[in-house]
């Protein structure tokens, strides 16, 4: 009985830290490209540079300091994706700051928010309103100052 216990919590631990690592360490690129393709667009294991590769550059980059609402599916919504003054259907009270590169993509319909090169937010767009959005970021982009105005990706 003591060795089934000693054994159950062996591999509960070896299940975990295999978890913990995916999450550091996500899987071979052509695997994140094999995804991509298979429209499974798990954030936790897709890298911007997978995305580049497979994809080619994208249309529109633009790289801010953005709040994101976390919703409880782990989704993270861009606050410029909200309307002033609301939050996200389904949002979990919870937030994140961070420097977030955006890829935009109107001849697929993506807009890519991603966190430290990881994909963390995911939006299918008509082509007109990624043009939109790109054309909001530009015109925010003229009253920035040095300061504010981020490095290029």
């Known amino acids: 009985m003591i060795s089934r216990l000693i054994i ?3 591999l509960a631990a070896v299940l ?3 978890s913990a690592c995916s999450k550091l360490f996500p899987p071979p690129l052509e695997d994140q490209k094999r995804h991509i393709d298979a429209g499974q667009f798990r954030s936790a294991i897709l890298e ?3 995305f580049l590769e497979l994809w080619g550059t994208p249309t529109y980059t633009h790289v801010e300091a953005t709040h994101f609402f976390v919703a409880p599916d782990g989704r993270y ?3 410029f994706r909200v309307s002033l003054g609301e939050a996200p259907a389904g949002w979990d009270g919870s937030a994140v700051f961070a420097d977030a590169v955006f890829l ?3 001849e ?3 807009l890519l928010g991603f ?3 990881r994909l963390v937010s995911r939006e299918q767009l008509s082509t007109d309103a990624i043009h939109a959005i790109a054309k909001k970021w530009q015109y925010e982009g003229q009253f920035k100052t ?5 490095s290029k990706p």
């Open 146 to 150: 040095r300061l504010e105005a981020p």
């Open 48 to 50: 911007r540079r997978a």
């Open 77 to 79: 919504v861009p606050e």
């Open 108 to 110: 697929r319909g993506e």
């Open 104 to 106: 935009g993509y109107p």
């Open 8 to 10: 159950g919590v062996s």
């Open 115 to 117: 966190i430290d090169e």
């Open 16 to 18: 975990l830290s295999a």
